[in-house]
């Protein structure tokens, strides 16, 4: 979840945000390039102050709370995966590079700044902090091993970082009237895309099995690549042909545009219901949202 995540889900319960934030573009524009003038510890500051003025009100409308408090609930819950792989006591797989460890620190730590970001816009009305003992990790015994075996946990790391990608899918179209929020989307998007391709290049490098930097077809030719039939639903739809109206296989009277190559060419947009679903895996009962 990221800031362009939250500002498609405060439309849908109040669709003259962007007018609220601010009507005029270039002064969009202009907050929306605020990352490259302050440091990262201002920004859960910057947007507290951002909705405060855009709502007129020190209190966010209960509409719009509930959305951020939605995107800091799914933060969380990245966050402590995260942490707990890199500091819980009951972790005993062993990173097998200095790199790897290195690699997962420097996503727990983005994660970690996600959930500042949140709390400090949302102020007063933040929710209750979802604690590591909320969360499921080994979701019920499917997972029993993630945090004894290196290539579970990767595996399950996988899951979670298509799934925001997936999640993110589908903005582009709705910020085309806001270019400087547009502008933003594009260069959140390659790093969380990033993630996601270097956490399977973790998994190619921790085994035999080798996964492509970006999500395909399955060894029988379903959506799901992982290789872990319990992330199903984090790939439902992935193995789409048809874009626009148009079949990609064969199009044009290319042979070589095959079912895999179409699938891999597109990505497709997960909605925020089948986000929830996925998330609740991974927290206790009574904790699920």
Known sequence: MNIVNILEEIEKVDGEVYERLNPRRAAMK???NIGKKISLAAMPLALG???QKAYGQSTLPSGVADVLNFALALEYLEYHF??????GTDVTFTYPTAAAKTAITTIRDHEKAHVDLLVGALGSSARTP???ADTDFRAGGTFANVYTDYT???AVAQGFEDTGVRAYKGQAANLMAAPGVLQTALQIHSVEARHASHIRQM??????TVYKPWVSL???GQANDSGVAAVDAVYAGEDLTVQAGANIVGIGGFSGITKAAAVESFDEPLDKASVVTIANLFLQPGKRL
């Open 30 to 32: 202009s907050f929306f």
């Open 82 to 87: 995260y942490n707990h792989a890199l500091l």
């Open 203 to 208: 998994r190619t490098a921790a085994g035999s």
């Open 218 to 220: 399955g060894a029988s």
């Open 152 to 154: 579970t946990f990767l």
């Open 130 to 132: 979802i604690a590591y």
């Open 49 to 51: 102050s951002m909705f």
